[in-house]
C-alpha cells in the first residue's frame, strides 16, 4: 500500500468560487447603489415638495420637483409628476424607471413615490 504524506485534501476551487462570487456581489452593488442613492435622494424632493406645498400653485410644485430631478439626473417627464389637491391636503406622486446596465441584459427598475401632507 503507498502512503501519501504531503496531501492534504484541500482544494483551490473553492476558493476560486468564493472569490468570483464576492466580485459578482461588489459588481452588483457597484451597479445598484447609485441608482438607490437617487432614488432616496427623490423621495426626499417628493416629501419635502409635499410639506412645503401651502400657497404654492401646483405647476409651481411640479416645475420645483421637476427641476430637482434634473439636478439629480433623474429620467422624469414632467408628465410623470401627479400633484392633487383636495380640500385640506395634497399628494404628490411620482413614477419612473431606472434602466441598470449588466453584461447581457438591461433591468429596468420602478419607482414610485407618493406623499400626502396637509395644507395650511
Known amino acids: 500500500m503507498l502512503i501519501r504524506m504531503n496531501q492534504k485534501g484541500e482544494g ?3 476558493c476560486v468560487m468564493g472569490v468570483l462570487l464576492l466580485c459578482l456581489a461588489l459588481f452588483v452593488a457597484y451597479k445598484l ?3 438607490k ?4 435622494e427623490m423621495r426626499d424632493v417628493v416629501q419635502d ?3 412645503s ?9 411640479k416645475k420645483e420637483i421637476f ?3 434634473k439636478e439629480l439626473k433623474v429620467p422624469l417627464n414632467e ?3 401627479v400633484i392633487t389637491r383636495r380640500n385640506e391636503f395634497i399628494r404628490v406622486e411620482v413614477k419612473y424607471e431606472v434602466q441598470i446596465q449588466f453584461p447581457g441584459f438591461v433591468w429596468n427598475k420602478e419607482y414610485d413615490f407618493e406623499a400626502e401632507n396637509p395644507v395650511f
Open 37 to 40: 442613492i437617487q432614488a432616496a
Open 79 to 81: 408628465s410623470d409628476i
Open 67 to 69: 427641476t430637482r430631478a
Open 33 to 35: 447603489i447609485p441608482a
Open 49 to 51: 415638495a409635499s410639506r
Open 12 to 14: 483551490r476551487l473553492g
Open 53 to 61: 406645498a401651502s400657497g404654492k400653485s401646483m405647476a409651481t410644485i
